[in-house]
């Protein structure tokens, strides 16, 4: 993939620094992780921009320890014209998901604030994060909502009112259990939140409010027959949990337009660090993390409160930057390796 000469990495299970120059091949690395975890890269929109531009197929072979599976293996291969096969011990899986529930990963990298200042979007699949990786029957509750979502949308669109009386039922249904799931996860998640950004810097204080995707306390039966006139109107249901919407404020103004961008980083790792911590907690396995360019925006003390946190979780971290010092200058953890990236070759260093 990118630049990376064909490689074999041997990480450490806790502690990883990888260090090298500008476009040596240090976020390919973390890339290559995180397109095996989640079908998707961080980077890029398209995948093909992933593969090296003088070939056609990318493969990726990962041993992976899980205290419920043991050591597995999963393979990806990936071809330039779009085609992808992953396996799990052999096995082909036939949803990405299967792979992100073994290879559970959060990213921190220096587009991270877009967490908070990107679209609602962003947001669930923050929280939907959450709840799938302890609630693995999320993703089935969500085909199924969405396949109600769709039928509606078709018959507002047809202007079918009589189907509409047939499908809003299996709709709310639906609707009502994605919501409920995305609150007890919020409930769960806050104070846990609140406790990790106190650790990362107690002068920040942010709150999070959860907006179901319809009018606060109100039934959404009653909105919806309340906004058919208009979602026929316009050939779309307008209420639901796909608007739903994770509100990140500080003193009542949106986190983004307040805080610094040292701040907004702090503050999104701290979502980040909480939601593995959490999910730790509740299912007694770990996430991965990958820190791209750890010292971006990141002053020294901060460097360091968030490089502690990573490892009293005591999970594995990738960590990349372009100076070794600026790794190994505020933290010297016990348990780690040093990885150099030169002209996309990675070496381990030993002294
Ligand atoms: N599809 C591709 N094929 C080959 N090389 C690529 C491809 N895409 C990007 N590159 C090159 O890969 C190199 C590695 O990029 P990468 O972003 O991993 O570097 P980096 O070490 O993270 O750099 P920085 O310190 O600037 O963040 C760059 O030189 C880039 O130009
Ligand atoms: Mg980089």
Redesign the pocket.
């Known amino acids: 993939?990118?630049?990376l000469q064909p490689l074999i990495f041997d990480p450490h299970p806790h502690v990883n620094f990888i260090y090298?120059?500008?476009?040596?091949?240090?976020?390919?690395?973390l890339?290559g992780i995180a397109v095996m975890a989640s079908g998707k890269s961080f980077?890029t929109n398209q995948l093909k921009?992933?593969?090296?531009?003088?070939n056609d197929r990318m493969e990726m072979r990962f041993s992976i320890e899980d205290p419920d599976m043991g050591v597995c293996e999963m393979e990806s291969l990936r071809l330039k014209a779009g085609d992808h096969l992953l396996k799990l011990n052999g096995s082909v899986l036939t949803s990405q998901a299967e792979a992100a529930h073994w290879l559970p990963v959060q990213i921190i990298e220096p587009n991270t604030f877009k967490l908070l200042s990107g679209s609602p979007e962003e947001r669930r699949a923050f929280i939907d994060w959450g709840v799938f990786h302890v609630e693995q029957s999320f993703m089935e509750q969500w085909k199924t909502f969405r396949k109600h979502l769709k039928q509606r949308n078709a018959a507002l669109k047809q202007k079918e009112e009589e189907w509409l009386d047939v499908w809003n039922a299996g709709f709310i249904e639906a609707a009502e259990h994605i919501d409920n799931e995305r609150q007890a996860y919020l409930k769960r998640f806050k104070p846990e939140f609140k406790r990790i950004l106190n650790e990362l810097d107690p002068s920040i204080s942010v709150t999070l409010a959860y907006y179901p995707g319809w009018e606060k306390d109100s039934r959404l039966a009653d909105v919806l027959s309340r906004q058919q006139e208009r979602d026929m109107t316009l050939g779309y249901t307008q209420s639901g949990p796909h608007r739903a919407e994770l509100r990140i404020k500080c003193d009542k103004q949106p986190a983004s337009e307040i805080l610094s961008r040292g701040q907004q980083k702090t503050v999104v790792s701290a979502l980040k660090i909480a939601q593995g911590s959490l999910f730790q907690q509740e299912s007694g396995r770990r996430t991965i993390y990958l820190v791209?360019?750890l010292a971006s925006e990141l002053d020294e003390k901060h460097r360091f409160a968030l490089c502690k946190l990573l490892e009293d979780l005591k999970c594995q971290v990738f960590i990349?930057s372009?100076d070794k010092e600026k790794l190994t200058d505020v933290w010297q953890p016990v348990a780690s390796k040093v990885f150099h990236?030169e002209h996309?070759k990675l070496e381990e260093c030993t002294e």
């Open positions: 993939m990118r630049n090298g120059d500008n476009g040596s091949g240090k976020t390919s690395i890339e980077r921009h992933v593969l090296a531009h003088d791209d360019d990349t372009i990236v996309g």
